[in-house]
């Protein structure tokens, strides 16, 4: 064997991420490092809601087609999708099986009319979250995972009228097809090996990364894996949206 000829291409070095994205991600991969011949990239702050009640003075009025938003948690990613989607533009929620899951949910509630739902999901998210909370060793994760299932659902319950109804939304909406049209909305797990030009990490109050309601030590550290990784799904402009 010989190695002339070869380069070697240290795993720690990306040439995707712009310069400004690397920078980003240093600060919690401090061995991350951009390649020279990346793109100088961006880094930006917005708005999550307009102070003025309308769309164009938020983040809404720059996101692209072909952009990609996430968040740590699907509810935020339900109610923005809808926002989008009726100013006309096209939106999907990646994730089918997220998607599928939330329909399990509501179909073991046996509810006969949007009011029961409601009020079942209720009564199941607050029974969940206390026998969970009642452990010598309450799981984070759950707690975070059911709080988001809930919001979720009360999300796509809003001005339907039937829970068939719901349940036509969210098939409409949860896809796995990466080349759908329009903007593609991600949880940050479900985006892993996912990119985009530009990326909107959306942090609304209660939906930071690190998740506020992590608590152990482990969680944490997963959080900050999870901050790092929607980071990274930039390849030249990652926007903050808080």
Same mark, same amino acid.
């Given at each position: 064997?010989? $190695? ?10 990306? %040439? *995707?991420?712009? !310069? ?6 240093? +600060? ?9 011949? $990346? ?9 999550? &809601?307009?102070?003025?009640? !309308? ?10 087609? #072909? ?6 948690? $699907? ?19 990646? #994730?089918?099986?997220?998607? !599928?899951?939330?329909?399990? =949910?509501? @179909? &073991?509630? +046996? ?6 739902? =409601? ?15 009642? &452990? /010598? ?11 988001? /299932? ?11 009228? =039937? ?7 969210? @098939?409409?909406?949860?896809?796995? @097809? *990466?080349? $759908?049209?329009?903007? &593609?909305?991600?949880?940050?797990? %479900? ?13 609304? +109050? ?12 482990? !969680? ?6 999870? %901050? ?15």
């Amino acid at each position: 064997t010989t $190695n002339r000829g070869c380069v070697r291409l240290p795993l720690t070095v990306t %040439r *995707r991420c712009s !310069q400004a994205v690397v920078q980003e991600a240093r +600060k919690i991969v401090h061995s991350f490092e951009a390649h020279e011949s $990346n793109c100088e990239g961006l880094i930006r702050q917005a708005a999550y &809601k307009a102070a003025d009640g !309308q769309l164009g003075s938020s983040y809404f009025s720059i996101v692209q087609d #072909g952009d990609m938003v996430l968040c740590r948690v $699907n509810s935020p990613l339900v109610s923005q999708c809808f926002k989008f989607l009726r100013a006309g533009r096209k939106a999907t929620i990646m #994730g089918r099986d997220v998607g !599928q899951g939330l329909i399990s =949910t509501i @179909n &073991k509630m +046996k509810a006969e009319s949007i009011v029961d739902l =409601t009020s079942k999901l209720s009564d199941w998210f607050h029974n969940e979250v206390a026998k969970e909370t009642a &452990k /010598r060793l309450p799981n984070d994760s759950r707690i975070i995972a059911l709080q988001d /299932r809930y919001d979720c659902l009360k999300c796509f319950c809003e001005d339907q009228s =039937t829970v068939q109804a719901v349940i036509d939304k969210i @098939n409409a909406i949860f896809t796995d @097809n *990466r080349d $759908n049209p329009g903007v &593609k909305f991600a949880s940050i797990h %479900r985006s892993k090996g996912l990119e985009a030009k530009a990326v909107y990490l959306l942090e609304p +109050k209660g939906s930071e990364v690190p998740h506020p309601m992590a608590k152990s030590s482990w !969680q944490i550290a997963q959080e900050w894996h999870l %901050r790092y990784v929607a980071i990274t799904r930039a390849i030249e402009t990652l926007t903050f949206v808080s």
